[in-house]
């Protein structure tokens, strides 16, 4: 028998039978009593006051009952405060999803539904924070979530029972602000409550603002009724041009400590491409490496320019592309490089597998043949594919 139920029976051997109908969990140093009802919790309490003040340990109660009170406090709006207005650099290609943000969060239900779209790392998400923030601040209530948060906050709320207090606190907000909701395909249930929140939002003029990465027409497994309803307010794309990178640049070097000088911004502009999100990784390494003389750079090969591009964005260099190894992530990346060698260079299995150091063509067709499968089999790898042809074509100038 556990310790502390031996020490209440020392005291008391009828209290031992009703201790026995809580749940107690007991460590070196403490105890802890879950009672179903806040009404035993008092007795609990109480109980130990009068009689047990003196055991070793200590002794915490709680009841379940409160727990599940908690659960049913309004929803978090998990609005990340370094995400605002005040940090956004605006420029041409953003500054007019940035002017009617900043009116939507002034005026929630003006333009609703605002549907922004546009490429990855160009500064979306945090547009959604900064109207998130500044609504908050002009005393609305807003809420963000990412597509699939607000799907399995969903789905665990229809396993536990609540489906009506999640309808209820999505309803009951000024903004809604969905994030990534291109993730929402093939989730049936999630748009089905997705599109009775939307319903009763706008009918109560309320403010909806979604952001995906490709126009809602691009948008596949989600339903038309849905889809429709996106696309029936004001669509926007966000970009980014050359002018407003520099800005970035200038703003995000001096941010991070670093010279604003003529060099410094070459530097950056020359080795990143059109994010934000890749232009701040790069000048945050910059600090701590600094410049890097320049090697000649050669100009590399389209094949070549390819597989770096896949190796950059599986996080490895070139050089693992090649290497005789069985790691996965290298075998995930050699085979989507060669996949995308064959789609968008048009090259022959074995031209591929000389590329790659490989003996003869069947290892090229292999590799690809199980893209391809993977592709039909895993959506989320479908996506990343398809965004990674994207921002080949967009690189290499392919069409
Ligand atoms: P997205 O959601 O479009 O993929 P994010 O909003 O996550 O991109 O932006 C990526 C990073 O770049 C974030 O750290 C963000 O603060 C920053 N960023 C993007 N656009 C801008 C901008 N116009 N001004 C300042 N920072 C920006
Ligand atoms: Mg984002």
Redesign the pocket.
């Known amino acids: 028998m556990r310790d502390f139920l031996l020490f209440v029976e020392n005291r008391d051997r009828f209290a031992v039978g009703l201790f026995r109908q809580f749940k107690i969990e007991e460590t070196p140093s403490r105890v802890l009593i879950i009672t179903p009802t806040l009404e035993q919790k008092k007795w609990v309490l109480e109980y130990i006051r009068a009689r047990l003040s003196d055991y070793e340990k200590e002794i915490l109660v709680r009841s379940q009952e409160e727990g599940k009170k908690l659960q049913e406090d309004p929803p978090k709006d998990n609005l990340l405060p370094?995400?605002n207005f005040e940090?956004?650099?605006?420029?041409k290609s953003?500054q007019l999803a940035?002017r009617i943000c900043l009116e939507v969060s002034m005026n929630p239900g003006v333009y609703s539904p605002l549907f922004i779209y546009?490429?990855?790392?160009?500064?979306?998400?945090?547009?959604?924070?900064a109207v998130g923030n500044r609504a908050r601040s002009n005393g609305y209530k807003a809420l963000y979530r990412q597509a699939v948060e607000f799907s399995e906050e969903m789905i665990k709320s229809l396993k536990e029972g609540k489906i009506e207090t999640f309808r209820k606190a999505y309803s009951n907000v000024d903004i809604l602000l969905l994030?990534?909701v291109q993730f929402l395909s093939g989730k049936e249930r999630t748009q089905v409550e997705l599109f009775r929140v939307f319903e009763a939002l706008q009918s109560a003029e309320k403010q909806i603002v979604l952001?995906s990465?490709r126009h809602p027409k691009d948008i596949r497994d989600v339903s038309e009724r849905l889809l429709s309803r996106f696309a029936s307010g004001l669509i926007l794309e966000?970009g980014?041009d050359k002018e407003?990178k520099l800005?970035?640049i200038k703003?995000?070097l001096l941010l991070f400590g670093l010279p604003t000088d003529k060099r410094h911004i070459d530097y950056v502009m020359e080795n990143t491409g059109y994010?934000?999100?890749e232009?701040?990784g790069f000048i945050k390494t910059l600090k701590f490496t600094g410049i890097r003389e320049e090697q000649p750079t050669q100009a590399l090969s389209k094949e070549e320019d390819l597989i770096k591009h896949v190796a950059k964005y599986f996080n490895l260099r070139t050089e693992d592309l090649k290497r005789e190894t069985r790691e996965r992530k290298v075998l995930k990346a050699r085979q989507t490089a060669m996949y995308l060698c064959r789609t968008l260079l048009h090259m022959s299995y074995s031209e591929i597998a000389r590329l790659f150091g490989k003996p003869d063509h069947t290892s090229a067709l292999y590799s690809i043949k199980k893209v391809e499968e993977k592709k039909q089999q895993d959506r989320k790898f479908a996506y990343t594919l398809e965004m990674l042809e994207k921002s080949i074509k967009k690189h290499l100038g392919l069409n």
């Open positions: 370094s995400y940090n956004f650099v605006v420029g953003n940035y546009g490429g990855v790392g160009l500064g979306k998400t945090h547009l959604l924070h994030d990534d952001v990465d966000i980014l407003t800005s970035i703003n995000k994010s934000v999100r232009i701040e």
